[in-house]
């Protein structure tokens, strides 16, 4: 599976009080450092549980719980060489 997002884009993020499933966001781990990828569960805890698109993408279980604090924001635009793509 291709990524969503092309390596080396820029992407163009916000913050939204409301974080809605499959779409891409921007956070903080305290191992990997900044990541970008898809929420697919907040759970009763209100963890976020994200996971990547690429097949030698970091697993969902190696990311963890993130808390809410960590995610810095969802991506509503990438730019790469070869495309402009709207993520809303």
Known sequence: MSPSIEKNS???????????????????????????????????SNHFWFEGQHQSSISQKQIGPI????????????????SLKFHL
């Open 10 to 44: 820029f992407v163009l993020i916000k913050y939204f009080k409301e974080k809605k499933l499959n779409k891409f966001f921007v956070f903080r781990h305290q191992i990997y450092g900044k990541l970008i990828k898809k929420l697919i569960k907040i759970d009763c």
């Open 67 to 82: 808390k809410e604090c960590d995610v810095e924001g969802q991506i509503i635009v990438s730019i790469s060489k070869s």
